[in-house]
């Protein structure tokens, strides 16, 4: 491959997937990988294998200049800046202002499922992304990242210690993606990705409500666990008495929100077009998870 491949956020839990995926693929001499992050002396593995590590700070455009420097297909993944309204989508835009001022031939973006009608907080930051790449006229890949199982474990550890879960998802359902996944369909994405233009949304291959998690996972655990649905009211004054930060409860809240009001149920064969692969079931992901449910 003649192309220069550009990952940012290369030392975060899906950019280094990412980069593992690239490795593995065989399709991309390490040279021509770019790698990208605020502290490289993270990416020195890596770098060992002849991957090429810059200095990016999205809080600094000049590095991004820098960084973007001579790349041809630049994967942005989204940053994690919840803290400050408005301060992810500057980040975003930063990047992809970079992405074009370097030349870029295709610029890859991670959003999530349904930006348009999310009531996530933070989907207005990944559809402002989405709409500043295609202005940009660059052909560009739309990655919509589903739900990530690993995200499960948020809750869990609490959950299975009193053996009840809270919720305000209702029956709402969704298809839990691994992250593993994910970094395989963007590897395959960057590798494959040439003039179209595409929007993929990544889920995993079965819908299943909180109820039907919850049995999977007393299951695997060996613990009982039984879902405890509560109003989204309810939900955030425990959040706020198990002492979350209070930037992060209405979007905790929402998570439930958004699977209850029917945005996120939907499953996609997009993980296997991209891949070749069916994504992993979140039976197998919970088996592979037994000692650390067990506690």
């Not at 998802?169 to 990705?193: C, F, P, T, V």
């Not at 939907?266 to 070749?276: E, I, K, N």
């Amino acid at each position: 491959m003649s192309d220069t491949l550009l990952v940012t956020g290369a030392t975060g839990q899906l950019g280094k997937l990412v980069l593992d995926a690239l490795l593995a693929s065989g399709k991309v001499e390490p040279a021509k990988i770019i790698a990208t992050s605020r502290d490289t002396a993270k990416l020195s593995d890596y770098v060992g294998k002849g991957v090429q590590a810059r200095v990016a700070d999205f809080d600094d455009p000049a590095s991004l200049d820098e960084a973007f420097a001579g790349a041809d297909r630049i994967l942005i993944i989204s940053t994690d800046a919840l803290d400050q309204p408005g301060k992810r989508l500057r980040q975003h835009l930063a990047a992809v202002t970079a992405a074009e001022k370097a030349g870029a031939k295709h610029i890859l973006y991670t959003s999530m499922p349904n930006p348009e009608t999310s009531v996530i907080p933070f989907a207005p930051d990944h559809l402002g992304t989405e709409n500043a790449i295609k202005a940009t006229g660059i052909p560009y890949t739309i990655l919509r990242n589903g739900w990530y199982m690993e995200n499960l474990f948020m809750a869990l550890p609490h959950a299975l210690e009193t053996g009840q879960w809270y919720s305000s998802s209702g029956q709402g359902r969704l298809a839990h993606l691994a992250r593993a996944d994910a970094a395989k369909a963007a590897a395959a994405a960057l590798l494959s990705a040439g003039s179209e233009s595409r929007t993929y949304t990544l889920t995993g291959p079965e819908l299943r409500s909180t109820d039907e998690i919850a049995a999977l996972v007393s299951k695997a655990a060996g613990k009982p666990l039984d879902v405890v649905h509560i109003s989204d009211d309810a939900l955030a004054g425990g959040l706020k008495g198990a002492g979350l930060p209070d930037f992060l409860i209405p979007i905790v809240v929402s998570f439930d929100a958004n699977t209850r009001e029917g945005h996120i149920d939907m499953v996609t064969s997009d993980v296997s077009a991209l891949t070749g692969a069916t994504p992993l079931p979140l039976t197998a992901f919970l088996d592979a998870s037994r000692a650390r449910l067990a506690g």
